[in-house]
């Protein structure tokens, strides 16, 4: 019981924090502090759970690959592409609420960190014929971003789940796909549905005279494909090559400063706009509080506590990755973290991994160390818990539907 109001009492530091309006990377730092104290460690363990995040190859790749993503986001965005891309999806005749729902949903296809910044763009350009407020603008985009996340075979946790559960990977989407459709919906009834325009767009562009294309319709139909191509051969560079994040998004920055034939000023103002002092020390201050987490041990007396107690590997799962993900902000952290109890203690119970992983993306999902949130709430300006709220609402929807689908009320 120690360990758990330890670890809630240091989530309550940092969120107090940063509703303060206080930068992430500090108010991470001070949970670390936080946590070291309340559970007694020595000052030489934080210094070496500093040392180790520095040491880590891991956080390097996180920080260079999310450099890289910031780069790739400030070419589409200032070269004009994405509102071109806009434009030729209005000529398409789809509505508005589809593309601020759809932009961020096709570009969670892609697993790549910090990757809520390349459909912030799409859904700013898409809400402005609607009244929303940053904070409804991050939800939106935050949400929709992550439906696949049950689903896409390309997911690190999902890929990380079918391992240590030995549940094969077609199984576990076949029994988790039907909350990406429950996450379509509660998102929309939430989000979108009550949203209110405030004016018209223009009309769409159409074929002249003669049928054919125009100028101005094949210019966007290239947009197009430069906006896609990169996110896709990104897919392919990681997924089909097996290339580290970092490397394959260096590549396509690198290609795409030659195909958009930047000059040096536009050069440095991308590599300026890439190196953001907040975003990457907010970043680093995330993993030196996982890695602090995991020097400290404290998570052991929460499990250690639930063993105690006769209770339901359902719920023991739940709360397990409930607590992984909250805490880590990452599917690969609350899966590894929980699944291999969760194995232990039901073995082979694809309902207790399907509880566990639902509940598990709804602590990634709430937790205030999730990278795509904390860049969301960057691009927009939104307020940390205003833009939470809505995501809270969705969860218990979520939540409570695993939980009914199982009858563990």
């Given at each position: 019981m120690q360990s758990v109001g330890i670890i809630f009492f240091t989530l309550i530091?940092?969120?107090?924090?940063?509703?303060?309006?206080?930068?992430?990377?500090?108010?991470?730092?001070a949970g670390s502090l936080v946590l070291t104290a309340l559970t007694f460690s020595s000052p030489l363990l934080f210094l070496h759970s500093f040392v180790m995040t520095v040491r880590l190859p891991n956080t390097w790749e996180i920080l260079i690959a999310l450099f890289f993503v910031m780069c790739l986001e400030y070419q589409l965005r200032t070269s004009g592409l994405l509102d071109e891309v806009m434009a030729v999806a209005r000529t398409k005749s789809f509505s508005d609420k589809f593309l601020l729902a759809g932009m961020p949903a096709f570009l969670g296809f892609l697993p790549s960190l910090g990757g809520a910044l390349f459909s912030a763009p799409m859904v700013?350009?898409?809400?402005?014929?609607?009244?929303?407020?940053?904070?409804?603008?991050?939800?939106?985009?935050?949400?929709?971003?992550?439906?696949?996340?049950?689903?896409?075979?390309?997911?690190?946790?999902l890929l990380l789940a079918a391992q240590i559960t030995r549940i094969p990977l077609s199984d576990l989407i076949g029994s988790l796909f039907i909350y990406v459709l429950v996450a379509v919906l509660v998102g929309w009834l939430v989000c979108l549905a009550g949203i209110k325009e405030l004016g018209d767009i223009p009309p769409a562009e159409r074929l002249d005279e003669t049928?054919?294309?125009?100028?101005?319709?094949?210019?966007?139909?290239?947009?197009?494909?430069?906006t896609v191509g990169p996110i896709l051969l990104n897919i392919f560079l990681v997924v089909g090559l097996n290339l580290a994040a970092s490397l394959s998004m260096a590549i396509v920055v690198?290609?795409?400063?030659?195909?958009?034939?930047?000059n040096v000023v536009d050069i440095k103002a991308m590599l300026r706009h890439g190196l953001d002092r907040k975003l990457?020390?907010?970043?680093?201050?995330?993993?030196?509080?996982?890695?602090?987490?995991?020097?400290?041990?404290?998570?052991?007396?929460?499990?250690?506590?639930?063993?105690?107690?006769?209770?339901?590997?359902?719920?023991?799962?739940?709360?397990?990755?409930?607590?992984?993900?909250?805490?880590?902000?990452?599917?690969?952290?609350f899966v590894a973290l929980s699944m291999p109890i969760i194995v232990a203690l039901a073995p082979g119970n694809i309902a207790a991994v399907s509880v566990g992983f639902v509940l598990g993306i709804a602590g990634q999902m709430l937790s205030p160390m999730h990278l795509c949130f904390l860049v969301t709430i960057r691009y927009f300006g939104a307020d940390f818990v205003r833009s939470m709220r809505p995501i809270a609402i969705m969860e218990v929807l979520?939540?409570?539907?695993?939980?009914?689908?199982?009858?563990?009320?």
């Open positions: 530091v940092v969120v107090v924090l940063l509703h303060r309006k206080i930068e992430i990377g500090h108010s991470m730092l700013e350009n898409a809400s402005r014929r609607y009244a929303m407020s940053p904070e409804q603008k991050t939800a939106v985009n935050y949400w929709f971003r992550h439906i696949w996340e049950f689903a896409n075979p390309i997911m690190p946790g049928g054919c294309e125009s100028v101005s319709q094949r210019r966007s139909r290239n947009s197009v494909l430069l690198v290609l795409m400063t030659w195909v958009l034939r930047q990457l020390w907010g970043i680093g201050s995330v993993l030196l509080f996982q890695q602090v987490l995991q020097d400290t041990g404290v998570l052991t007396g929460v499990v250690k506590m639930l063993d105690q107690f006769q209770i339901s590997p359902l719920i023991v799962a739940g709360v397990l990755a409930f607590s992984g993900g909250i805490l880590t902000g990452t599917s690969g952290g979520m939540v409570g539907f695993v939980l009914l689908r199982y009858g563990v009320f």
